[in-house]
């Protein structure tokens, strides 16, 4: 495998994902990363299982947009949710701050990953 420095970084999705999720690797391929579990970054766009997404790594620096699973407030911090989402609820360490408010589930946010 070719080494690449830059994010995004492509991968073959082993489900079909949502933009803006949280993402590991499982195998050769990169599925939703669930509530408690540690993410390697998020995607940049919807795709199919087995199509190629873009995924902004957690480390690549600055702010990243992520789906909600529920209402967050600017400034707190938040966990994994299942699906790729977060959430305002404890599962597990903190893995970001929110830089603004989620109303409702559903909602993308700018947030910086901190795990």
């Not at 949280?22 to 195998?27: C, D, E, L, M």
Request: charge should be negative.
């Amino acid at each position: 495998m070719s080494q690449q420095a830059d994010s995004p970084k492509t991968f073959v999705a082993g489900e079909a994902l949502n933009a803006w999720c949280r993402v590991k690797i499982s195998g050769s391929t990169v599925v939703y990363a669930d509530a408690g579990e540690a993410a390697i970054g998020v995607t940049q766009m919807a795709v199919a299982s087995g199509g190629n997404v873009p995924v902004r790594m957690n480390y690549h620096g600055g702010s990243h947009k992520v789906l909600t699973d529920t209402t967050i407030s600017a400034g707190a911090s938040f966990y994994a949710a299942d699906n790729g989402e977060i959430s305002s609820s404890a599962s597990g360490s903190a893995v970001g701050i929110a830089c603004e408010a989620a109303t409702t589930a559903g909602d993308i946010i700018e947030v910086i990953l901190v795990a």
